[in-house]
Antibody
Framework: QVQLQQSGPGLVKPSQTLSLTCAIS??????????WSWIRQSPSRGLEWLGR?????????DYAVSVKSRITINPDTSKNQLSLQLNSVTPEDTAVYYC????????WGQGTLVTVSS | EIVLTQSPGTLSLSPGERATLSCRAS???????IAWHQQKPGQAPRFLMS???SRATGIPDRFSGSGSGTDFTLTISRLEPEDFAVYYC?????????FGQGTKLEI
């Protein structure tokens, strides 16, 4: 059974960097049959896919256009986790952030409420 | 980007009744790559099914999915009290992945 455990700060100041981690158990971040995404949810935007990473002999990333210039998703094979970095945040980035597995998102992290405020 | 429109926005039913939730895509979804998720207040979404109709492990058979191309349906045959929640469809046929705005199923 796959479990995703998220961690990271719940408060980030405007213009700073949002950083979250998703620890994976029951699967490998480097699996050749999996992909790993970050998704956020807010009242104004609903559920919004931010990007994904996956390994097929080499690492690939895809990002949503809305955040492409500010986002980095990195795998950490030594810790079997993935990370999210979102730069230059504004109050509009306030949301609950989730990590999820696969294309159909068959496993979700517990969610992290991140508030962007000074 | 594929826009998913769910209807109705809110569905008011009673336990034991049948619920039919619709998800319409702005263009054909490749390989019918539609998933459905259930979300209760304060919780992460819960995966129900993918491939439009393949239920996840542990999901009761009163949940069924159908559809192809641009029109997809989630049916709950006989509502149980624990089924009242918000339901989202999501397409993973093309990047960027997108979600519908949700259907709230209320008692």
């Amino acid at each position: 059974q796959v479990q995703l455990q998220q961690s990271g700060p719940g408060l980030v100041k405007p213009s700073q960097t949002l950083s979250l981690t998703c620890a994976i158990s029951g699967d490998r971040v480097s699996s050749n049959s999996a992909a790993w995404s970050w998704i956020r949810q807010s009242p104004s935007r609903g559920l919004e896919w931010l990007g994904r990473t996956f390994y097929r002999s080499e690492w690939y990333n895809d990002y949503a256009v809305s955040v492409k210039s500010r986002i980095t998703i990195n795998p950490d094979t030594s810790k079997n986790q993935l990370s999210l970095q979102l730069n230059s945040v504004t109050p509009e980035d306030t949301a609950v952030y989730y990590c999820a597995r696969g294309w159909g998102f068959d496993s979700w992290g517990q969610g992290t409420l991140v508030t962007v405020s000074s | 980007e594929i826009v998913l429109t769910q209807s109705p926005g809110t569905l008011s039913l009673s336990p034991g009744e049948r619920a039919t939730l619709s998800c319409r895509a702005s263009q054909s979804v490749r390989n019918n790559n539609i998933a459905w998720h259930q979300q209760k207040p304060g919780q992460a979404p819960r995966f129900l099914m993918s491939g439009a109709s393949s239920r996840a492990t542990g999901i009761p058979d009163r949940f069924s999915g159908s559809g192809s191309g641009t029109d997809f349906t989630l049916t709950i045959s006989r509502l149980e009290p624990e089924d009242f929640a918000v339901y989202y469809c999501h397409q993973y046929g093309s990047i960027p992945y997108t979600f519908g705005q949700g259907t709230k199923l209320e008692i």
